[in-house]
C-alpha cells in the first residue's frame, strides 16, 4: 500500500487489527507501549460512553484505537501533521474507528504554519522542536533498558538520521473546540514531541473546565515537567506522573491529569 509515490506503506496486525505503518518495528513498540501503559488505560478508564476524546499528534492512529476500545461510542478527533503518519492515520480509524474524524493538522499556541521535522524511519518522533540531543539521550535510555545486545545496539547508533522538511497548518485546542466540540471534552490526550507546552497554552481559561482528563507525554527539559504539572494543578486537576521502564534515564514521562 502507498501512501505518496516513493513510500510504501506496511500492513500487519497489531492487538487483533490490521494496521497500515510506514514502519512495521516502530508500528509494534508502539502498540506494545500503548497497550502495556497504565497511563493511558488510566486515562481512559471511567470515561462515560460517547465521551468526545481529542488525539493531538495522533500518528498512525493506535492511541485512538486503543481508547475507542475502552470507551463505547467515543468521538474522537485525531491530529496529525506529517503526511505518511496521516495517511495510515485516516487508514487506520476507517477501519477501527469509523466515527471518527482526522485533521491532517499540527496542533499549538496559535493558528498558521509552522515547519515539521519529519523522520522518516522513526516516525513517532516527528516534531516542530527538533532536538538532535534530546532524541539521542532518549533512545540511549531506551537501548539501555531494553536489554538489546550491544552490537545491535551499535547498529541502532549507527543509523543516519533522516529528515525531511515540510510547512504545515497549525490550529489550536480552543479552535478544536469552538468549532467541533459541543459540551465536555473527556479526554485531552498530547504527544507531540517537545511541543506539549504549546499545545495547553492553545486553551483558552474558559474552556478548561470543561476538559475532564488530559494525558500528556512531557520531555522533561529545563524543567518542563514541574511546569505542566504545576500549570494543570492549577486548574484544578489531580495529577499522576509516571515514566516508562524503557525511557528510566531519558527526558519522556507520561502525565495524567483527572478532575478532583
Not at 521535522?117 to 513517532?124: D, E, I, K, L, V
Request: aromatic share 8%; charged share 25%; glycine share 8%.
Amino acid at each position: 500500500m502507498t501512501g505518496r509515490p516513493d513510500v510504501e506503506l506496511v500492513e500487519l496486525e497489531l492487538g487483533g487489527h490490521d494496521v497500515v505503518a510506514v514502519n512495521a518495528g516502530e508500528a509494534v513498540f508502539l502498540w506494545n507501549e500503548f497497550d502495556g501503559d497504565s497511563a493511558y488505560a488510566t486515562a481512559a478508564d471511567g470515561l462515560p460512553p460517547g465521551s468526545t476524546i481529542i488525539d493531538v499528534g495522533a500518528h498512525i492512529g493506535l492511541a485512538s484505537i486503543f481508547f475507542a476500545g475502552r470507551v463505547s461510542e467515543a468521538r474522537i478527533l485525531a491530529f496529525e501533521p506529517a503526511w505518511a503518519s496521516s495517511a495510515c492515520l485516516r487508514c487506520n480509524l476507517a477501519r477501527h474507528v469509523p466515527t471518527a474524524t482526522v485533521f491532517p493538522t499540527a496542533v499549538g499556541r496559535a493558528t498558521g504554519r509552522a515547519e515539521l521535522s519529519y523522520h522518516p524511519f522513526a516516525t513517532a518522533t516527528s516534531t516542530l522542536y527538533e532536538d538532535r540531543a534530546d532524541d539521542e539521550r532518549n533512545q540511549e535510555a531506551f537501548l539501555t533498558n531494553s536489554g538489546i545486545e550491544e552490537r545491535y545496539k551499535q547498529r541502532f547508533r549507527e543509523q543516519p538520521v533522516v529528515t525531511e522538511q515540510a510547512t504545515v497548518e497549525l490550529t489550536t485546542v480552543a479552535s478544536i473546540i469552538d468549532q467541533h466540540v459541543d459540551g465536555e471534552v473527556g479526554l485531552l490526550k498530547i504527544d507531540v514531541e517537545r511541543a506539549e507546552l504549546d499545545v495547553i497554552d492553545g486553551v483558552r481559561a474558559d474552556q478548561w473546565p470543561a476538559i475532564r482528563r488530559v494525558a500528556v507525554e512531557v520531555h522533561d527539559i529545563a524543567g518542563r515537567l514541574g511546569v505542566v504539572v504545576g500549570r494543570l494543578a492549577t486548574l484544578g486537576f489531580r495529577v499522576d506522573v509516571t515514566q516508562a521502564r524503557l525511557f528510566a534515564g531519558g527526558s519522556v514521562y507520561n502525565v495524567v491529569a483527572g478532575r478532583r
